[in-house]
T-cell receptor, first 117, second 114 residues
Framework: GENVEQHPSTLSVQEGDSAVIKCTYSDSASNYFPWYKQELGKRPQLIIDIRSNVGEKKDQRIAVTLNKTAKHFSLHITETQPEDSAVYFCAASIGDGSGGSNYKLTFGKGTLLTVNP | DSGVTQTPKHLITATGQRVTLRCSPRSGDLSVYWYQQSLDQGLQFLIQYYNGEERAKGNILERFSAQQFPDLHSELNLSSLELGDSALYFC?????????????FGPGTRLLVL
């Protein structure tokens, strides 16, 4: 099955700096890569996702890049703010793109990001 | 608020007992997923249902079972509980189980087995 490795497990940055979290996946058939943010005691929430036909996607201060050849994808957060402090999870899934199929998400073990004021 | 509801929020029970966790998906969503989150294992996919039918299984123990009812709510049954079953259990839902469909997570049920 799919295996997703996520690094680093903890990351501490100063407010205003950039943060980068990296994930690698094992199954070359994976084609959907979401990123979730989980604040302490709360539910995971989708913050950005990318599909295998796209190399990069950006949403304000958040961007995700995908390198299918190397089987890795990364989350980039620029101009970090204290409210960005949370655990971030990457995930990968395989789907055939047709309705009625099933897909499951395999998550990385998470990165605890701390943004110091 | 994602629109996914889970009950109860907290559950404390003893080893050997059986519990049922309940999940109501977002209005209009047909697919439900169950995840277990523990400190050392992260988020582990357990099982997925779509419109009442089981669609995919992950690392779900034989002591655990689930079902999705005609009104689309889902229940996760955990039996013969062990200390190691203590974890946060999340339910997520999506409109369909199709590729790239966003999964919306509920608030979770925190289970403590003593």
């Amino acid at each position: 099955g799919e295996n997703v490795e996520q690094h680093p497990s903890t990351l501490s940055v100063q407010e205003g700096d950039s943060a980068v979290i990296k994930c690698t996946y094992s199954d070359s058939a994976s084609n959907y890569f979401p990123w979730y943010k989980q604040e302490l005691g709360k539910r995971p929430q989708l913050i950005i996702d990318i599909r295998s036909n796209v190399g990069e996607k950006k949403d304000q201060r958040i961007a995700v890049t995908l390198n299918k050849t190397a089987k890795h994808f990364s989350l980039h957060i620029t101009e970090t703010q204290p409210e960005d402090s949370a655990v971030y999870f990457c995930a990968a899934s395989i789907g055939d793109g047709s309705g009625g199929s099933n897909y499951k998400l395999t998550f990385g073990k998470g990165t605890l990001l701390t943004v110091n004021p | 608020d994602s629109g996914v509801t889970q009950t109860p929020k907290h559950l404390i029970t003893a080893t050997g007992q059986r519990v049922t966790l309940r999940c109501s998906p977002r209005s209009g969503d047909l697919s439900v997923y169950w995840y277990q989150q523990s400190l050392d294992q992260g988020l582990q996919f357990l099982i997925q249902y779509y419109n009442g039918e089981e669609r995919a299984k992950g690392n779900i123990l034989e002591r655990f079972s689930a079902q999705q009812f005609p009104d689309l709510h889902s229940e996760l049954n955990l039996s013969s509980l062990e200390l190691g079953d203590s974890a946060l259990y999340f339910c997520a839902s999506s409109f369909s189980p199709s590729w790239g469909e966003t999964q919306y997570f509920g608030p979770g049920t925190r289970l403590l087995v003593l």
